[in-house]
């Protein structure tokens, strides 16, 4: 017969078993000595570098700006990707977006940590702020992924993290379905940013893809009175195949 715990005692009972048993890897089920990854799933993340300083995609040598930045300047000074959207990435991601597993995203972030300590673009930042979900979303969802992963980076930083500053006022097309122009126009008023008095701020989001979205919401910030925007996010997808 079930038990039906309160989720309190789910999650107590939860952290005990874990405590108890030797930490297993969440890609491959080999024991995981650090966090809950092993050695060769850790080398399977594939670090950002070289990329476009404006909009982190991936490029054979480091430029200041990809082509298509030099065509069309983003309004957000620099991007930042801890990782390829590539390899075991593109496996855990999708756990911690769309499967409720936050111990892949608990993951995603003790090992960003090491290296955002490094990252030049904390310099002189006032308050980091999540790419928010529309509220319908966020109720369907339980949670913000890029909220959840930017708590322990903010809390051990440590960065003031705003997660009311920006707001997405209207519900939006699943961007995946779209190609780049239509991703634009689906977006357009998406935002809406609490006032900024000449800020500078890291804006989080989980994956940048073609840029619209993280572009829309800098809008939004520099609309509000942010001074500057920089993008942080955990990974960067490589081109889409044009269409
Ligand atoms: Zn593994
Ligand atoms: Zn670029």
Redesign the pocket.
Known sequence: MPVNLPPFWLRAATAVTQALLPSRCLLCGESAKRVDLCEACCRALIGNAP???????PLPSA?A??????RDL?PFSQ?FAVWRYEAALAQLLPRFKFHHDLAAGRVLAELALPILRQWPGWQGVDRMIPVPLHSSRLAQRGYNQALEWAKPLARALPLRLDHAGLRRIRATAAQTELDAVARRRNLRGAFEASPLHGEVVVLVDDVVTT?ATVREATRSLLRAGAREVRVLAIARAPEPAPR
Request: aromatic share 0%.
């Open positions: 990329a476009c300083a404006q909009c982190a995609l430029e700006a990809c082509g298509a930045c030099l983003p991007t840029g």
